[in-house]
């Protein structure tokens, strides 16, 4: 008669060290998640911004304190009359439309009240040489401009720091325009939108908030840390029968 297996039972038996790096890994994983997913909160916030804006009524620029909070503001439709600074007009490098590089024309539109903003007025092709710069003045006199609202980020790269002088800039921020220009420039700049017989382009792309992709990266993590879970009770549930052949 052959020798039996006493007892083939499992036991839970969870050993120090693999239970303080699994504590360890679900304690990061979980971290991890929890941060994606409040940066995706923020942006679902945004969104929703965006949307009341959209059906807002456009507010008068000169009418605005300049304690204004401007993020609250951000997307709302904006009107502004003053006159262009034509001789502190920037182009903004390496944007592309339709496949073909550009740059976005910025210039400078001086209020009533003294103050200043910036107005990017459109996209306009670039030339068959970068060392020929196109041209694209601004309307003379007194204009009437409308558009979108933005906060321009100051968290971009930089290949190399702009100068402050010429009109060939990397990135729009309203604050190193202010310090190269000694104007009193406002934090915003103003997307026009309305057409004009300028022959620039118009067509401002809608915020890419990247909420899906943070509800990606949550779950992903959240995953995570659910495997490591699974894994530690897998490995510790340990066969404790002997064999009756010794």
Known sequence: MPNPILSG???FRPRAVPTLATIAAVLLFASAGNWQRGRMQDKEALRALLDIAAQSAPLDLSSLPAATDWTALRFRTIAAAGEYDAARQILIDN?????????????PLKLADGRVVLVARGWIAQGASRTALPDAPPPPGAVAVSGRLAVPSTAYLELKADAGEGPLWQNLDPARVAAATGLPVLPVVIEQTE???????REWPAPDFGVETHR????QWYVFAALAVALWLVLNWRRTGVSAHE
């Not at 944007?95 to 210039?107: E, K, L, N, P, W």
């Not at 057409?195 to 382009?201: E, I, N, Q, R, S």
């Not at 990606?216 to 779950?219: A, E, V």
């Open 216 to 219: 990606m990266y949550m779950l």
């Open 195 to 201: 057409m004009t017989a300028d022959g620039l382009v």
């Open 9 to 11: 039972a499992r036991r």
């Open 95 to 107: 944007r592309i439309h339709a496949g073909r590089a550009g740059y976005d024309v910025v210039t």
